[in-house]
């Protein structure tokens, strides 16, 4: 238990020196602090939940003492303890952990689909949670508003100022508009995609050390979110643009990363689509270039596969059909 514990305050270590590297404001150092979860996640799937709770607790206490105690509870609530939980799940090998009988031969372990929800569910709280302070703190959401503007200008300013060119000629006042209208949305949606990163490195990093407790799983066939999710999603992008305010932040915190997620559905299902065809490593990268190079037309696309999917069961209904017959040798006969 000892060496566990040790790896354990080790691990909560490295992670605050991840995050606390983001004072420093540089590329490399942003890139560093996004793998702030890390250590604690692979703590949790090769040592159990007690070691991944004390790297979280070690990992917030030393971000606290090491920056001021603001940062180290921004940092838990908003990375180590989500990141926590998230892994917790993923490590968890029974879903009634409660009960007294002894655990099943096949004991329960969360699929990607569920901690693909999780991590959306953790990007909306965090988000919301933001907006809601930010209200509190400011009297109202429109003191909120004005206040957040404010604190974005001078930055605008210096950098119009020294030559940069903002996109479709926006002045910095228009440009503020949009951060402020994005921002939750942007918020909700780069905190899953932090969560689900890291919990793919975690999870392999113990793959290849032979400590995981449960088996990988196929992701382009086992990402699977419910019907009722996509319903959720649907809806709060409609709120998200027809929603007043103060109600449409909170719509758009929910409505990214949900939208996330399904375009990750959406990327499976063309990946396990793909499988028989002819052609496929070309295919899957032409649809990742053109993803990149024109992510607003072939992302909403990928998207609406996606919700698709959980409506119709595509892939469940491409895999019942026999695979097509390889053609019959016929002999030539004059």
């Known amino acids: 238990m000892l060496p566990t514990i040790g790896i354990a305050i080790g691990a909560g270590a490295v992670s605050a020196l991840l995050f606390s590297v983001t004072m420093k404001g540089t590329a490399i150092a942003m890139a560093l602090a996004y793998l702030a979860p890390l250590p604690t996640m692979i703590v949790a799937l090769a040592y159990g939940w007690q070691a991944d709770l004390i790297a979280v607790l070690v990992a917030s206490a030393v971000v606290a003492g090491v920056v001021d105690p603001i940062s180290g509870l921004i940092f838990a609530a908003t990375i180590a303890v989500p990141a926590g939980l998230l892994s917790g799940l993923a490590g968890l090998d029974r879903l009634n952990f409660y009960d007294r009988e002894p655990k099943p031969a096949k004991p329960y372990s969360a699929g990607p689909g569920t901690l693909a929800l999780t991590a959306a569910v953790f990007g909306f709280l965090v988000s919301a949670g933001a907006i809601a302070i930010m209200i509190v703190a400011n009297g109202g959401y429109a003191p909120a508003i004005a206040a957040f503007r404010s604190t974005l200008q001078p930055s605008l300013e210096e950098a119009l100022s020294s030559g940069v060119d903002f996109p479709s000629g926006l002045s910095a006042d228009d440009l503020g508009r949009l951060i402020v209208r994005f921002a939750p949305a942007a918020i909700a949606a780069s905190t899953a995609l932090l969560l689900l990163i890291n919990l793919y490195l975690a999870a392999r990093t113990v793959q290849l050390s032979q400590r995981l407790q449960r088996p990988w799983a196929d992701l382009p066939s086992t990402l699977s979110l419910p019907a009722l999710a996509g319903l959720v999603a649907l809806a709060a992008l409609v709120g ?51 993803l990149l190079l ?41």
């Not at 449409?248 to 689509?273: D, K």
């Not at 024109?294 to 409506?311: F, M, N, Q, T």
């Not at 695979?323 to 019959?328: D, I």
């Open 240 to 290: 998200w643009y027809f929603a007043p305010e103060p109600y449409n932040p909170f719509l758009a915190a929910l409505a990214a990363p949900l939208a996330l997620i399904f375009l990750f559905q959406g990327l499976a299902t063309l990946h396990a689509l793909s499988r028989r065809a002819p052609g496929r490593p070309a295919v899957i990268i032409a649809l990742y270039v053109a």
């Open 294 to 334: 024109a992510p607003r037309w072939i992302g909403p696309l990928v998207l609406a596969l996606g919700l698709a999917e959980s409506a119709l069961k595509l892939r469940e209904r491409a895999a019942k059909r026999p695979p097509p017959k390889p053609p019959a040798n016929r002999e030539w006969n004059p």
